[in-house]
């Protein structure tokens, strides 16, 4: 896009200026918004958003995914069918990366005691079953 954008964005940084006032919908598969999501935010995923448009109110919609492709597509989605839109440029990556409250999945129970040992060995057999994966 050049410097045109068929509709708002704005940056992490504007959206905490209005968040949690503002309906906020992230597009982001089911499993992704369950790993880590903006707390009040409806996960409502691309490919759903077309037959889920009653689930939404008429007011300004701030739509963001992972990166801001997915939401910036759900943004031309929804004002083709008259919504106002706003697009999330960098979507939750950019939120998290500004420092703003995101909700987990799971957190440890003890994350004093058991996380960093865990994390390490779940980062090697990760890394072991993605090279072996690519080698065999």
Same mark, same amino acid.
């Given at each position: 896009?050049?410097?045109?954008?068929?509709?708002?964005?704005?940056?992490?940084?504007?959206?905490?200026?209005?968040?949690?006032?503002?309906?906020?919908?992230?597009?982001?598969?089911?499993?992704?918004?369950?790993? /880590?999501?903006? %707390? &009040? #935010?409806?996960?409502?995923? @691309?490919?759903?958003?077309?037959? $889920?448009? /009653?689930?939404? %109110? &008429? #007011?300004?919609?701030?739509? @963001?995914?992972?990166?801001?492709? $997915?939401?910036?597509?759900?943004?031309?989605?929804?004002?083709?069918?008259?919504?106002?839109?706003?697009?999330?440029?960098?979507?939750?990556?950019?939120?998290?990366?500004?420092?703003?409250?995101?909700?987990?999945?799971?957190?440890?129970?003890?994350?004093?005691?058991?996380?960093?040992?865990?994390?390490?060995?779940?980062?090697?057999?990760?890394?072991?079953?993605?090279?072996?994966?690519?080698?065999?």
């Amino acid at each position: 896009m050049s410097g045109n954008h068929p509709h708002p964005t704005i940056s992490a940084d504007e959206l905490a200026t209005v968040w949690p006032r503002v309906t906020l919908v992230d597009v982001r598969s089911r499993e992704e918004h369950a790993t /880590a999501h903006i %707390p &009040g #935010s409806l996960n409502i995923p @691309l490919e759903e958003l077309p037959s $889920r448009l /009653a689930n939404l %109110p &008429g #007011s300004t919609i701030h739509v @963001l995914c992972g990166s801001g492709k $997915r939401s910036s597509h759900a943004a031309r989605i929804l004002r083709g069918h008259g919504y106002q839109a706003v697009n999330v440029a960098g979507g939750i990556t950019e939120w998290y990366r500004s420092g703003y409250p995101v909700t987990y999945q799971q957190p440890p129970e003890n994350p004093a005691r058991q996380a960093p040992r865990h994390v390490q060995a779940d980062r090697r057999s990760f890394a072991r079953r993605l090279f072996h994966r690519r080698t065999a």
